[in-house]
């Protein structure tokens, strides 16, 4: 009888091993999920927002008017542009010329909403882009789609 109880108690105890072995390697796992999503050390990111344009989009062109006061009246300037299905990162690069280019993220499709100039900054993960929409820090590892612009008469207008 006493053998039977050493050996219930040993199996208990290797139960119990294996059990919270399981629930070890399952925490590890996720550790290391969450620390790959994290990207860099500014994720998520506190770069600060993007003023908002609304815009008016019809027969795949959208145009957004460019008053004094816009955020992109100046060189420099940058505005996350918003349709009612489509948002745009929209840098002015010289006195008539823009840049324009998806919001969305290639990491994982957050609205990229961030700006520390010259950078686009992801709030989800930090990603960076330049202005151009090219990758400057990651975990994105693809560009941003780019659109063509046309700007005449205080008009701006994005070829999608």
Known sequence: ????TIGES?????????????????LAALGSMIQACSGSPTSPSSAPALPTIN???ANGRVSVTIDPASALATVGGAALVQTSNAAFLVARTAESSFTALTA???HEGCTITGFQSPRYVCPCHGSQYSTSGGVLNGPATQALRQFATQFADNVLTITT
């Open 55 to 57: 815009a008016t989009s």
């Open 104 to 106: 969305i993220c290639t």
């Open 1 to 4: 009888m006493p053998d039977q």
């Open 10 to 26: 040993c199996a208990l105890t290797r139960r119990a091993f294996f059990l919270r072995a399981g629930e070890a390697a399952s």
